[in-house]
């Protein structure tokens, strides 16, 4: 009978020593990126349509140019008009029918703020 005792004791010590590191280990509860994306409309998307202020609407995604605006190859009057802009077809055209490269592809996704949600 007290050996039974002992063993269940010791069983439920186990058990909630078992629980708390199970505890400690299991990963904090965080909000991902994506219940925290931002749904940007067009109104919203029109408010920001200067040089110093300049969103753009690619693709689906709101970008925030306004620091590589200055870093951008072309002159500033190609470019600066689609601040504030649905400007997906300038992107892919480069107002003159030819696509931008895979390197200023890859510049966007630094820039990236939120989900348009806008129509174009
Ligand atoms: C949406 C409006 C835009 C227009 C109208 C536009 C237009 C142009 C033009 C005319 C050139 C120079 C001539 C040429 O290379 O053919 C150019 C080059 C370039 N643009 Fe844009 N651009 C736009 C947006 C962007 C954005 C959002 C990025 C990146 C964040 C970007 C990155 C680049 C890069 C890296 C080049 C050098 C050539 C290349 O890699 O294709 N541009 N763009």
Do not use: N
């Amino acid at each position: 009978m007290r050996k039974l005792f002992y063993v269940s004791t010791a069983a439920f010590w186990v058990a909630v020593a078992g629980f708390w590191i199970g505890d400690l280990l299991s990963p904090a509860t965080e909000p991902t990126a994506t219940a925290a994306e931002r749904s940007i409309g067009a109104a919203e998307l029109a408010g920001h349509a200067k040089p110093d202020d300049c969103w753009m609407a690619i693709h689906g995604s709101v970008y925030d140019l306004t620091a590589y605006l200055p870093d951008h190859p072309s002159r500033p009057s190609i470019i600066e008009p689609w601040c504030g802009k649905e400007a997906t077809e300038a992107y892919d055209t480069k107002t003159k029918g030819r696509k931008h490269s895979p390197e200023a592809d890859a510049l966007l996704p630094k820039y990236r703020i939120g989900r348009f949600v806008g129509g174009s």
